[in-house]
């Protein structure tokens, strides 16, 4: 059974910083890409970045350059540093495991999800 734990979340001001953790299990992490969605109030959800088992790594355009995804693969982890945030950032962020096939910019070609961790960015 995967399972995908996110933390960090939290209040920010905007131009501030934070840093999502999600922590995996039930198997071999560093075989598996992994990526972050978000998903604001009345909005569908939307692909945030993308971190391939080899570490490379493709961002949105709206966060490229503020933010950042990164993996730890002795940890199982993978993050998301988030930095110069603004109040459209504001989302319950998810981590969610890549099932391999087909665009990795659509919700529905990953396999297994987080609960989600909440952003909030204050103006």
């Known amino acids: 059974q995967v399972q995908l734990v996110e933390s960090g979340g939290g209040l920010a001001q905007a131009g501030g910083s934070l840093r999502l953790s999600c922590a995996a299990s039930?198997?071999?992490?560093?075989?598996?890409?992994m990526g972050w969605f978000r998903q604001a109030p009345g909005k569908e959800r939307e692909f945030v970045a993308f971190i391939s088992w080899s570490e490379g790594s493709i961002y949105a355009n709206s966060v490229r350059g503020r933010f950042a995804i990164s993996r730890d693969n002795a940890k199982s982890t993978v993050y998301l540093q988030m930095n110069s945030l603004k109040p459209e950032d504001t989302a319950v962020y998810y981590c969610?495991?890549?099932?391999?096939?087909?665009?990795?910019?659509?919700?529905?070609?990953?396999?297994?999800w987080g609960q989600g961790t909440q952003v909030t960015v204050s103006s």
């Open positions: 969610a495991s890549y099932g391999g096939r087909n665009t990795i910019y659509s919700a529905s070609n990953f396999d297994y």
């Open positions: 039930g198997r071999t992490f560093s075989r598996y890409s």
